[in-house]
């Protein structure tokens, strides 16, 4: 009577058994697929967050380049086109020449004298070197000059209807202490010529 008893408990003693050991057996596999699992989703996360990144990379230069269109657009619509010298593919200084003779012919012909100019190539500060180096020749022009008033008005006059693009960035102006009437000028201008 006790192996009736007994026989009564021994499917679910074996039962239990198999399961102890299915999952003494699996556990090192489940614990495995559970650590990778937990791998692939740091992993998915880490890639979300990578790919976020560059989505909002990719929308600040399209918002920097429609700024920069919208820029170049204005520049073109103010009236006045860069200097385009004569031949291609010349180095900065020999492109921007014909420019500096335009503006050297200005000052002569207003009968102003010059003391010094010094020619700064690609100017660091400047937004064409910057943004658009490749396609623009740019220079700085750090002229020190001396005139009287009448002079220096009608040199900026002309300047002003100077047909090519162009940048006066600073102009200090002092009288010259012996003759009131005549100026001591420090003109900074930068000049362009696109490619």
């Known amino acids: 009577m006790e192996n009736d008893k007994l026989k009564q408990f021994l499917i679910p003693i074996l039962l239990i058994f198999v399961i102890i050991l299915g999952i003494i057996f699996l556990a090192p596999q489940i614990k495995t697929s559970i650590m990778d699992y937990t791998g692939v989703q740091a992993e998915i996360k880490t890639k979300q967050d990578t790919v976020q990144q560059k989505e909002n990379m990719l929308a600040e230069y399209s918002t920097k380049e429609q700024t920069e269109r919208a820029q170049e657009q204005a520049n073109q619509e103010s009236g006045k086109p860069f200097y385009k010298p004569v031949v291609e593919g010349m180095d900065n200084d020999a492109a921007i020449a014909g420019e500096l003779e335009e503006i050297l012919q200005l000052v002569r012909a207003n009968k102003i004298k010059i003391r010094s100019i010094k020619n700064i190539p690609y100017p660091e500060d400047d937004r064409f070197v910057q943004n658009a180096k490749t396609q623009y020749n740019v220079a700085r ?21 100077h047909e090519h693009f162009l940048d006066i960035e600073t102009v200090k102006i002092v009288p010259y202490k012996k003759n009131k009437k005549v100026l001591l000028i420090d003109f900074n201008l930068k000049v362009y010529a696109k490619n």
């Open 141 to 161: 022009l750090n002229m020190e000059m001396i005139a009287n008033y009448v002079n220096y008005d009608n040199f900026l006059k002309e300047l002003y209807k």
